[in-house]
T-cell receptor, first 112, second 113 residues
Framework: GQQVMQIPQYQHVQEGEDFTTYCNSSTTLSNIQWYKQRPGGHPVFLIQLVKSGEVKKQKRLTFQFGEAKKNSSLHITATQTTDVGTYFCAGPYTGTASKLTFGTGTRLQVTL | DAGVIQSPRHEVTEMGQEVTLRCKPISGHDYLFWYRQTMMRGLELLIYFNNNVPIDDSGMPEDRFSAKMPNASFSTLKIQPSEPRDSAVYFC???????????FGQGTRLTVV
């Protein structure tokens, strides 16, 4: 079945350092979404990418969709303690765009 | 809008008991999803509804699990009988057909002892 893997599973950085999480799908995706889940919280939508090679920025966050539309990345510049949480990518199931397959997630810990 | 509302927030029950989780989606959203989150398996889609009709329940783990959506503003996920391995956080999410962004509720943390 369709699989969406993320690496790393966990990363611990010091405040001010950069962070990147990578998302890889076993199938081509029509679009990809990114969500953030704070500890004890629920997933919150961050962004959606649709076009091959698309790059979008939200302040210190940069999202990229691969040319083959099978991978994506999220890069955070100069992390802050407010960036702590788990970041998930999610793509539509093959043949059924209505439901999402969530990636395995990357947990980010930021310390002073 | 208050967002997706789930109840209860926490549930502790004994093995063998029936558990009912509740969800009120955002008004106007025509898709509703039930997810389960565990450390081992991550976020798993259990079932989803479109216009109150169950579309795909292939993620429902066993016959002990059932879900209903009697109207556009209410859905339930029932586990009967519950088992310790059902312990997880259960999320309900909704979205509109015009937008792929899913809005999640706060979740119900279920502990079966």
């Amino acid at each position: 079945g369709q699989q969406v893997m993320q690496i790393p599973q966990y990363q611990h950085v010091q405040e001010g350092e950069d962070f990147t999480t990578y998302c890889n799908s076993s199938t081509t995706l029509s679009n990809i979404q990114w969500y953030k889940q704070r500890p004890g919280g629920h997933p919150v939508f961050l962004i959606q990418l649709v076009k091959s090679g698309e790059v979008k920025k939200q302040k210190r966050l940069t999202f990229q969709f691969g040319e083959a539309k099978k991978n994506s990345s999220l890069h955070i510049t100069a992390t802050q303690t407010t960036d702590v949480g788990t970041y998930f990518c999610a793509g539509p199931y093959t043949g059924t765009a209505s439901k999402l397959t969530f990636g395995t997630g990357t947990r980010l810990q930021v310390t002073l | 809008d208050a967002g997706v509302i789930q109840s209860p927030r926490h549930e502790v029950t004994e093995m063998g008991q029936e558990v009912t989780l509740r969800c009120k989606p955002i008004s106007g959203h025509d898709y509703l999803f039930w997810y389960r989150q565990t450390m081992m398996r991550g976020l798993e889609l259990l079932i989803y509804f479109n216009n109150n009709v169950p579309i795909d329940d292939s993620g429902m783990p066993e016959d002990r699990f059932s879900a209903k959506m009697p109207n556009a503003s209410f859905s339930t996920l029932k586990i009967q009988p519950s088992e310790p391995r059902d312990s997880a956080v259960y999320f309900c999410a909704s979205r509109s057909s015009e937008n792929t962004e899913a809005f999640f509720g706060q979740g119900t943390r279920l502990t079966v002892v």
